[in-house]
T-cell receptor, first 112, second 116 residues
Framework: DAKTTQPTSMDCAEGRAANLPCNHS???????VYWYRQIHSQGPQYIIH???NNETNEMASLIITEDRKSSTLILPHATLRDTAVYYC?????????????FGQGTILTVHP | EAEVAQSPRYKITEKSQAVAFWCDPI?????LYWYRQILGQGPELLVQ????????DSQLPKDRFSAERLKGVDSTLKIQPAELGDSAMYLC??????????????FGPGTRLLVL
């Protein structure tokens, strides 16, 4: 499985955009980029995923570079409830049995 | 919104005792996963089922851990005997297959185990 590199921690002011980077330079052509987050003492929550194109849903936007070696998760208007550990994961999707290999993630702290 | 159910939410046991965790995946989800999360680390896959069959149990400590999904719906993860190092959060996740494509994994709230 391809590995990802994320900053250990980040801070963001409430109401501002939070931009969380992820490097995945060894990603394979059939591997998707997934983002999950985990609020303290809860199970991981799915946020968004993508293969090549940028994606947006009600929670966030995912920007993937053209060479697919890095991506950025954008929370457009961060709130205190967005404080969590954010995991960037690459995993085979499609017809493969895609297990998720979690790293350490980024601890995002949103402050007033 | 459908959710993955897990019970119990918390379990305290003494070492050498047996413990069991239960998971009920989202209805219709054929793939079920058990993960273990040690405090301060990301979740690690223990076992993956496709319907009632094990697809991947390479990281399951088979001398003390067992998992089953007899009817391809709910699942039980057992530890016997429990050791101090088994203290962790045990997470269940499930996903569906649509037109031969595996969909996103959704996680339950987890069972937090403390072994004394």
């Amino acid at each position: 499985d391809a590995k990802t590199t994320q900053p250990t921690s980040m801070d963001c002011a409430e109401g501002r955009a939070a931009n969380l980077p992820c490097n995945h330079s060894t990603i394979s052509g059939n591997e998707y980029v997934y983002w999950y987050r985990q609020i303290h003492s809860q199970g991981p929550q799915y946020i968004i995923h993508g293969l090549k194109n940028n994606e947006t849903n009600e929670m966030a936007s995912l920007i993937i570079t053209e060479d697919r070696k890095s991506s950025t998760l954008i929370l457009p208007h961060a709130t205190l409830r967005d404080t969590a550990v954010y995991y960037c994961i690459v995993s085979p999707g499609g017809t493969s049995y895609g297990k998720l290999t979690f790293g350490q993630g980024t601890i995002l702290t949103v402050h007033p | 919104e459908a959710e993955v159910a897990q019970s119990p939410r918390y379990k305290i046991t003494e070492k050498s005792q047996a413990v069991a965790f239960w998971c009920d995946p989202i209805s219709g989800h054929a793939t079920l996963y058990w993960y273990r999360q040690i405090l301060g680390q990301g979740p690690e896959l223990l076992v993956q089922f496709q319907d009632e069959s094990v697809v991947d149990d390479s990281q399951l400590p088979k001398d003390r851990f067992s998992a089953e999904r007899l009817k391809g719906v709910d699942s039980t993860l057992k530890i016997q005997p429990a050791e101090l190092g088994d203290s962790a959060m045990y997470l269940c996740a499930s996903s569906s297959w649509i037109a031969g494509i595996q969909e996103t994994q959704y996680f339950g709230p987890g069972t937090r185990l403390l072994v004394l």
